[in-house]
């Protein structure tokens, strides 16, 4: 993974939503490594990550699909409400087949497989953002 020297003001900000934190710990320590992400808010369920989607406005949402309370794809009209110009990719541990049409039809911009490594969801990121090298 290639680091980048860019300021604070430029980099894309991103809310993680997990109900792990693990997961959470694992996605923000690969996107602050590549040095263009600024991971702004973690939340554990699609509640809290709508609630601060509103709050800090970032730039892209990163939302597991599964979660207690508020799965991913329900919060996807509270995020749009809260944070319109976010772009939200869902992920989930499930295959493309089983949750990839429903997240698309809520509204997702993407959506990856939980369980691949950091770096290729930092790509999936990457791409989301508009940051293709």
Do not use: C, W
Request: glycine share 6%; charged share 25%; proline share 5%.
């Amino acid at each position: 993974m290639t680091t980048t020297d860019t300021s604070e003001d430029t980099r894309v900000r991103v809310v993680l939503v997990d109900d792990s934190k693990q997961v959470r710990t694992v996605l923000r320590l690969a996107l602050e490594a590549d040095g263009r992400f600024e991971v702004v808010a973690e939340g554990h369920n699609g509640k809290e990550g709508a609630e601060l989607s509103a709050l800090h406005q970032p730039d892209i949402v990163v939302t597991d699909y599964l979660m207690p309370d508020m799965d991913g794809v329900t919060s996807i009209p509270l995020i749009r409400k809260g944070a319109p110009d976010a772009k939200i990719l869902v992920y989930s541990s499930q295959g493309i087949v089983d949750n990839e049409p429903a997240a698309t039809a809520a509204g997702a911009d993407a959506y990856f497989e939980k369980y691949a490594r950091p770096s290729d969801v930092v790509v999936a990121i990457t791409s989301l953002a508009g940051l293709d090298d």
